[in-house]
């Protein structure tokens, strides 16, 4: 991983992370500005050129850092649900990624005032018990080698005992923090939906040989079939997908399952139409209540398809539909 060039705004100059990573790229061209969004925000990127040579951008979050999460999105019956915003953007280049259709660039903008974080996440907790999805805009833990940030937020789940954290990820880290509050949450799909849509993303293999080291460091495992994409052949395509899974982990051991179908805010689909050349996303969709999903019949019959391998080994209770 390297970077060409690094925007630092002027503020964030004085912060350790800052200084942490301009040290990690010495080669990276170091250009001072005034705000992130002077370069994250111009009008007419282009997301596609931008993708192929991300530029980091490293600022100072002033604004919210920690939101609610909307009804619609996964909380494993956890009764507070909240996501930071650590980072904007992902290193890997999904094709279906909605952060494509949010975002008006791909330039990866990175915040580095942790204290901040720290204090906005003890307040929560003056209030109860929170689970805080850290990857939410970005991939944590495929940014962890030059940012830190997963152990930024594993240490901070370890010294807080109502603190729950899912670190979701298309990666494959190598070392675990062990509690049942941490959470490494591996999203998984076929082979070929990986090689065809999910570039720069860990192979399916290497996830699950990291899924494999995980559980044996006695880490709290999630996986995450989510999103199904269709495909023509997909009956096939995840039949073969799941029986490998199965005879690869012991789902008995995870801590629990998600399974969604591929799904998109109304608003994001335009514009990610624009700037991916997936045919995932072309898909004629049906449009429910603003969010743009498969039709039932297939949406149930996909969901089936995951749903009942995993029930001949693992408990109901565990699996999770979204
Ligand atoms: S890994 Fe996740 S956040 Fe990154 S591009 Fe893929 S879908 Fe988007």
Redesign the pocket.
Known sequence: MAFSHIYVEKRALGYPLTQKILSTFPGSKVIEIHHYKDVFNRKHQDFKVQAASRKLVLAVNDGQRIFETAPVCQDFDAERTFYSENAM??????E?????GMYPGANLVVFVNLRDFEKDVDELLREGPVHINT?Y???IP?INGFTGLSDFWTDLAAKREDLTIEL???SAPSSFAVSERIIYAF?LSPEEITERF?HG?APLKVRLEAIKRAMQQGAAVRLCFDPVIYVSDYRECYGRFMDQVISSIDLSKVRDVSIGTFRISKDYLKQLRRNSEGSCVLYPFENREGYCVYPDEVREKMISLVKDSLLEVMDGGKIYEY
């Open positions: 953007n992902c290193i890997f280049d999904c279906y990624c909605f952060l494509k990857s805009e970005t991939d495929a979701r990820t298309k999203s999910e993303t």
